[in-house]
């Protein structure tokens, strides 16, 4: 697939249809910008009101497209929250089932059968590999997303960031974070 991919690029570049550089930075944009963004804004209201975070708990469908975050791939969605106890990893071990609307689109190494498989078999070890240790005590639950039900990983809310809008904690969020291979990034002047 990814060479027939290459291919056609090849040939439309050739004849001047499309330019590399605008799908790329279309690409970049979904990947890191539009989608990812949207899931940070979930969070950043999770985290900032209550009774958002719990009607996010109960029905995570319905709150997420009170916001406007609705289509193809993210239709029945439930969220999972990070705490103290517990880590949450989200993965597609049979596909790569990801929620587009929230998330943008899927990174390489989610559709990976390296990481569908090894994100069960070792989550900690691949949280490793993400840079992310956490206490040996500290439970890892591993989500298995499916054509029916996506997942949206609430991670926890970083100290010091009381005093913060819903905007500036949502710069606090990455996509990884809301996969679970990452955590919530810590506010500036912090260590």
């Known amino acids: 697939m990814e060479a027939r991919v290459r291919a056609l690029e090849t040939i439309l570049t050739q004849k001047g249809l499309i330019d590399p550089k605008a799908i790329d930075a279309i690409v970049e944009t979904y990947e890191t910008k539009i989608g990812p963004r949207n899931g940070a804004r979930v969070v950043a209201k999770a985290w900032a009101e209550p009774d958002f975070a719990d009607w996010l708990k109960r029905d995570a469908t319905a709150a997420i497209a009170s916001l406007g975050y609705t289509g193809r791939q993210g239709e029945h969605m439930r969220a999972v929250f990070n705490d103290a106890e517990t880590h949450n990893l989200v993965v597609c071990t049979l596909c790569s089932c990801y929620p587009w609307s929230v998330l943008g689109l899927p990174p390489v190494w989610y559709k990976a059968p390296a990481y569908r498989s090894r994100a069960v078999i070792d989550p900690r070890g691949v949280l490793a590999e993400f840079g992310v240790t956490l206490p040996a005590g500290r439970k890892i639950r ?41 955590l919530a990034l810590e506010p500036e002047g912090r260590a």
Do not use: F, K, N
């Not at 990983?153 to 010091?160: D, F, I, N, T």
């Open 142 to 182: 591993v989500w298995d997303s499916t054509a029916e039900l996506r997942y949206l990983v609430v991670p926890e809310r970083p100290a010091g960031t009381d005093g913060l809008d819903q905007e500036a904690l949502a710069d606090l969020v990455t996509r990884d974070a809301m996969i679970g291979t990452g």
